[in-house]
T-cell receptor
């Protein structure tokens, strides 16, 4: 992707509530994967969820789900029943293109969980 | 599964010296590994793609003579920062591409401080 945009530098949500993190991207590829990674203070990048672009069905992993709109190049992450352990930086990532599988990351959204 | 290790996790060196960082996929083989750089409070930037048995591919603006990459086996890639200078101080993260899942798994990162 040439660009990946996360327009929310910071989001805050009450524990047990639902929050949605937005992401848009730009790519010329037709078949690709999209990812959300979580980076806690330890700075270890942890895969949260991935979406295959050729699949119309939105990916779901327990409390995490995506709303993938291929035509709009939108890939938002919904976290249900937010928990204190969800607090972290969340990065959206798309393939960088050019024949490689490297990723282009958005600038990240800092998610705060209010107890 | 899909565990990636990095060594060392933290290194301090004098200006002008070289530093080698190792990235290993512990429970899967990775023909492709990636190196990223992350400055404080910023996102990850792809530096290069490391292919087993062939030369690395560098992103625009990354000096290949400064950041030497060797992918000697299907489980090991190394990044050598040659003649390090204070501006090379950063957090370096590797990832390994798990082909079956079409997903990158990340190492825990290496903090480099050049004095």
């Amino acid at each position: 992707a040439q660009t990946v945009t996360q327009s929310q530098p910071e989001m805050s949500v009450q524990e047990a509530e639902t929050v949605t993190l937005s992401c848009t991207y730009d790519t010329s590829e037709s078949d690709y994967y999209l990812f959300w990674y979580k980076q806690p203070p330890s700075r270890q990048m942890i895969l949260v969820i991935r979406q295959e672009a050729y699949k119309q069905q939105n990916a779901t992993e327990n409390r995490f789900s995506v709303n993938f709109q291929k035509a709009a190049k939108s890939f938002s992450l919904k976290i249900s029943d937010s928990q204190l352990g969800d607090a972290a930086m969340y990065f959206c990532a798309a393939p960088s293109g050019g024949g490689a599988d490297g990723l282009t990351f958005g600038k990240g959204t800092h998610l705060i969980i209010q107890p | 599964g899909a565990v990636v290790s990095q060594h060392p996790s933290w290194v301090i060196c004098k200006s002008g010296t070289s530093v080698k960082i190792e990235c290993r996929s512990l429970d899967f083989q990775a023909t492709t590994m990636f190196w990223y750089r992350q400055f404080p409070k910023q996102s990850l930037m792809l530096m290069a793609t490391s292919n087993e048995g062939s030369k690395a591919t560098y992103e625009q603006g990354v000096e290949k003579d400064k950041f030497l990459i060797n992918h000697a086996s299907l489980t090991l890639s190394t990044l050598t920062v040659t003649s390090a200078h204070p501006e090379d101080s950063s957090f370096y993260i590797c990832s390994a591409h798990q082909g079956i899942q079409e997903t990158q798994y990340f190492g825990p990162g290496t903090r480099l401080l050049v004095l």
